[in-house]
Every structure is written in structure tokens, then in C-alpha cells.
């Protein structure tokens, strides 16, 4: 799909910033998706500095970085989305915290000089909606481009497998149907790619090995881990992740599990969302 095409999409797509805003905190599925992205911010990130946040929707992550001593740029295709980031963080006092608030490509960061960020996030998938592996390619040479020597960047995708395995998730009838679509299903399977995502939609999904070797392609930059940001609960059910939560000890333990199991190859390869924590070299 041409590229303009598909970015007019995602404007469509994504014209809903309050739904974007809660999807991460309103879906229990989605739960651990944040609760783990936030952990290896923590891990990563520099005491404090700039931090880009490419493809950053409505803010949660940038808004977040802001109440937590860093000066985010937040960066996003939709205006309608740049706009909802900066009121809510107007509504949560952090506004004079934040760099900028700008409308753009992923593809495009030229108005950003090169050794400019402590730390780039590209976080929830704007890469799997570039419709070329080379447009994907030039994406990540310019977020690693932006950023400083030895910074930290966070990447993470719609996962191939992950999206696949809990097809029945999408709803009995929605998945049956989609399934019975031979091209489509069998283009997602062998290629990862969707041009019906959503009905209308582009979306490419990506495996472990794509995403290692996009970034091998990159002199400068070293892959340092790889996460599954659902690990083992991508196919659970909201009411059971919902019932399991209400279960202290329950939810406990199963963080646990998880904490064990998410770095393997195995579960990253079938989380619906992955993440993969990288570093500049030089």
C-alpha cells in the first residue's frame, strides 16, 4: 500500500485520542502491556534528560516521563492526537515539562539534529503501520539517528504469532469470518501483512527474527533485550485476567511467572505486542 495512503488511514483509525488515551489502563488485557513497557523505561532510562517520543499518541508515556523529571518531545502522525496530549497535560500540570508537541512521520525526523535525545521511544506499533520493509528500515535508522551515543531506545510492534493465536479474542463471529478470507489469512500468516486491518486498514506484524534483523542492519545500533509485553497472558481473556487481579496472591504470583518467562523467545514471539530495548553505539 502506498505510504500516504496508509498514513491517511491511521489518521482515521486513530482519530479517537480519548479511546488511545484508555486503552492501556480501561482493557485488562492491556495491563501488562504498560506495566512492563514502564518497567524497562525504568530499567533503561537515564536519570533524566530528553526523551522523543515518536508515535506517541495521546501521551500516556510521555505525560508519564514528565511527572518523572524528564523533558519529553512528544511526536505523533494525528494532530487530533498531539492536540489531546497537550491538554491533558495542561489538566495535569506538566505541560511546562514537555519540549514540544508535533505533528509528523516516523519516517521524516529531519527537523530533530542528529545526537539530539537521551532517549527515543517508538511505543504501541507506529512502526507496523509503514507498508514497506524499507520505509520500516528508514523509520529505525532515523530514531536511532536522533539519539544521543549510548541512549537508550524503546521499540515495540504488533506481534505475527501473538495477533494469530488469539484470534478468538477478535469475537466468534469476527475471527470465523476473517479466517474464511484465504488471501488475507494466509498473507498474515507467510508475510505479516494485513491491507484489511480493521476493515480498512494497514498493518504489518512482525516476528522476533524481522525485528533482530531490521536492527542488524544498523551499524549503530545493538540490540540489548527482547520482551513479550503481554508474556504469557496474550490470549486470556479480559474476564479472566479481570478475575485473576482480584486475586491478590493469585495476581502476584502470576506477575512473578511472568517476570521469568518474558524475555524468552518463545513468549515474545507470541505476544500480540512486543518490545525490543536497543542502544546507540556511536
Known sequence: MEQKR?????RRIYSDAQHEWERLVEKPSNWLELETTLLYMKRFLPKK????DAGGGPGRYSIYLAKHGYRPTLFD???????????????????GRFDGFEVGSILDLSRFPSSTFDSVLCLGGPLSHISSEGGRLKALSELVRVAKKNS??????MG????????????????????????RIMDLATKGEDTMWRGRHYAH??????????????????????VGLQGLSATWSDEYVRKLAKDERAWDNWLRVNSIAREVSAVVDTSRHFMIVARKTK
Open 160 to 183: 505475527k504469532w501473538g495477533t494469530l493465536a488469539s484470534a478468538p479474542l477478535w469475537s466468534m463471529k469476527s475471527s470465523i469470518a476473517e479466517i474464511r478470507l484465504t488471501r
Open 152 to 157: 537508550p531506545i524503546f521499540v515495540s510492534v
Open 6 to 10: 496508509a498514513d491517511a488511514l491511521s
Open 77 to 95: 502522525l494525528s494532530a487530533k492526537h498531539v492536540a489531546f496530549a497537550e491538554k491533558q497535560a495542561k489538566a495535569e500540570k506538566v505541560v
Open 205 to 226: 506484524f512482525f516476528t522476533l527474527n524481522e525485528m533482530r534483523t531490521l536492527f542488524s542492519k544498523i551499524e549503530n545500533a545493538k540490540v540489548l533485550k527482547s
Open 49 to 52: 534528560g530528553k526523551v522523543l
